[in-house]
Nanobody
Framework: VQLQASGGGLVQTGGSLRLSCAAS????????MGWFRQSPGKGRVLVAHYRDDGDSTYYRDSVKGRFTISGDNAKNTVYLQMNSLKPEDTAIYFC????????????WGQGTQVTVSS
């Protein structure tokens, strides 16, 4: 199983980026994929994912209203649209997948760097 994240880069405060994560090697429901991030000197935290088998979504408080997770099952790909970016969003963003929404994340991508300049 491989998860290939892309779409990171350098953007100014207030800008937007769209991250993509394509899974290969097996098929995942995009409801079982999510996004995490790790800022310098900090641990990896959950940013957004689906809950209840896709019936709802979770966003960490600091990104609510600015980030949107979506997926395309036909492409085995999950996206993270990030708007109104802030310097504190600077981090390595990882996508992850799990075997079902009731289980922990087991499969991880390599990460993509997002840098927001002030």
């Amino acid at each position: 199983v491989q998860l290939q994240a892309s779409g990171g880069g350098l953007v100014q405060t207030g800008g937007s980026l769209r991250l993509s994560c394509a899974a290969s090697g097996r098929t995942f429901s995009t409801y079982n994929m999510g996004w995490f991030r790790q800022s310098p000197g900090k641990g990896r935290v959950l940013v957004a994912h689906y809950r209840d088998d896709g019936d709802s979504t979770y966003y960490r408080d600091s990104v609510k209203g600015r980030f949107t997770i979506s997926g395309d099952n036909a492409k085995n790909t999950v996206y993270l649209q990030m708007n109104s970016l802030k310097p504190e969003d600077t981090a390595i963003y990882f996508c992850a997948a799990r075997d079902s929404w009731t289980e922990g994340y087991k499969y991880w991508g390599q990460g993509t760097q997002v840098t927001v300049s002030s």
